[in-house]
């Protein structure tokens, strides 16, 4: 069982920065491909950014290239999100996910477990 808990949301001015943290539990962190997903009221959740359990390879969605990098530290077993040039369409509740021993994928489905999600709102 694998527990993520995110930190790090707000309010920011458009153009604007922020660093989500996704705190893992479980001592094999470092075997699972991690994830970050968002969702805006009304609409479905989405694919954000993702890094590799093994190798350091990364994904992002074309929404986000450029503007967001997504890091990982293994001896913290944390997951990092910094988010730059913040435009008011990011404004979402950002999920961290992962899965274990496996490549990270753009799919929500296919990640095993879930934080909470913390809100990110970007102001105009």
């Known amino acids: 069982q694998v527990q993520l808990v995110e930190s790090g949301g707000g309010l920011v001015q458009a153009g604007g920065s922020l660093r989500l943290s996704c705190a893992a539990s479980?001592?094999?962190?470092?075997?699972?491909?991690m994830a970050w997903f968002r969702q805006a009221p009304g609409k479905e959740r989405e694919f954000v950014a993702a890094?590799?359990?093994?190798?350091?390879?990364?994904l992002y969605a074309d929404s986000v290239k450029g503007r967001f990098t997504i890091s990982r530290d293994n001896a913290k077993n944390t997951v990092y999100l910094q988010m730059g040039s913040l435009k008011p369409e990011d404004t979402a509740v950002y999920y961290c996910?992962?899965?274990?021993?496996?490549?990270?994928?753009?799919?929500?489905?296919?990640?095993?477990?879930w934080g909470q999600g913390t809100q990110v709102t970007v102001s105009s």
């Open positions: 890094f590799n359990w093994s190798g350091g390879s990364t």
């Open positions: 996910a992962s899965r274990c021993c496996d490549y990270a994928t753009r799919y929500a489905t296919h990640y095993t477990y």
């Open positions: 479980g001592r094999t962190f470092s075997r699972y491909a």
